[in-house]
Protein backbone atom coordinates (compact mmCIF):
# COMPACT_ATOMS: atom_id res chain seq x y z
CA UNK A 1 0.00 0.00 0.00
CA UNK A 2 2.61 2.15 0.95
CA UNK A 3 4.60 1.72 -2.44
CA UNK A 4 1.15 2.33 -4.63
CA UNK A 5 0.58 5.69 -2.47
CA UNK A 6 4.32 6.52 -2.96
CA UNK A 7 4.02 6.17 -6.80
CA UNK A 8 0.72 7.81 -7.08
CA UNK A 9 2.46 10.73 -5.43
CA UNK A 10 6.03 10.99 -7.62
CA UNK A 11 3.38 11.23 -10.50
CA UNK A 12 1.44 13.97 -9.20
CA UNK A 13 4.71 15.96 -8.40
CA UNK A 14 6.11 15.51 -11.97
CA UNK A 15 2.85 16.16 -13.93
CA UNK A 16 2.87 19.19 -11.46
CA UNK A 17 6.37 20.27 -12.34
CA UNK A 18 6.04 19.92 -16.29
CA UNK A 19 2.50 21.36 -16.34
CA UNK A 20 4.05 25.02 -14.41
CA UNK A 21 6.75 25.28 -16.65
CA UNK A 22 7.02 28.21 -18.58
CA UNK A 23 9.07 29.33 -21.53
CA UNK A 24 11.15 32.60 -20.76
CA UNK A 25 13.99 33.94 -22.68
CA UNK A 26 16.71 36.49 -21.17
CA UNK A 27 17.16 39.39 -23.63
CA UNK A 28 20.66 40.86 -23.08
CA UNK A 29 23.28 43.10 -24.90
CA UNK A 30 20.66 45.30 -26.17
CA UNK A 31 22.48 48.41 -28.03
CA UNK A 32 23.14 51.90 -25.75
CA UNK A 33 19.72 53.36 -27.32
CA UNK A 34 17.18 50.42 -26.97
CA UNK A 35 15.82 50.19 -22.56
CA UNK A 36 13.67 47.06 -22.46
CA UNK A 37 11.30 47.15 -19.86
CA UNK A 38 11.60 43.85 -18.61
CA UNK A 39 14.50 41.30 -19.43
CA UNK A 40 12.85 38.51 -19.29
CA UNK A 41 9.78 37.82 -21.52
CA UNK A 42 7.58 34.73 -20.94
CA UNK A 43 5.06 33.05 -22.67
CA UNK A 44 3.06 32.92 -19.46
CA UNK A 45 2.65 36.67 -19.96
CA UNK A 46 1.28 36.28 -23.43
CA UNK A 47 -2.26 35.60 -24.47
CA UNK A 48 -1.17 33.55 -27.38
CA UNK A 49 2.18 31.75 -28.37
CA UNK A 50 2.07 34.59 -31.51
CA UNK A 51 2.26 37.53 -29.40
CA UNK A 52 4.99 35.87 -27.78
CA UNK A 53 7.07 35.20 -30.94
CA UNK A 54 6.35 38.89 -32.06
CA UNK A 55 7.51 40.18 -28.54
CA UNK A 56 10.76 38.26 -28.61
CA UNK A 57 11.25 38.82 -32.50
CA UNK A 58 11.07 42.38 -32.05
CA UNK A 59 13.58 42.46 -29.11
CA UNK A 60 15.80 41.03 -31.76
CA UNK A 61 14.59 42.91 -34.48
CA UNK A 62 16.10 45.94 -31.89
CA UNK A 63 19.52 44.47 -31.85
CA UNK A 64 19.01 42.51 -28.65
CA UNK A 65 20.19 39.00 -27.85
CA UNK A 66 17.34 36.91 -26.18
CA UNK A 67 18.32 33.39 -25.42
Known sequence: ?????????????ISVFFTS???C???TDC???VALEQTEICQDDFDSKEDYSTAVGLA???GCECQ
Do not use: N
Not at 2 to 12: E, R, S
Open 31 to 33: PDD
Open 1 to 13: MKKKLLQIITITL
Open 25 to 27: VDC
Open 60 to 62: EAF
Open 21 to 23: CSK
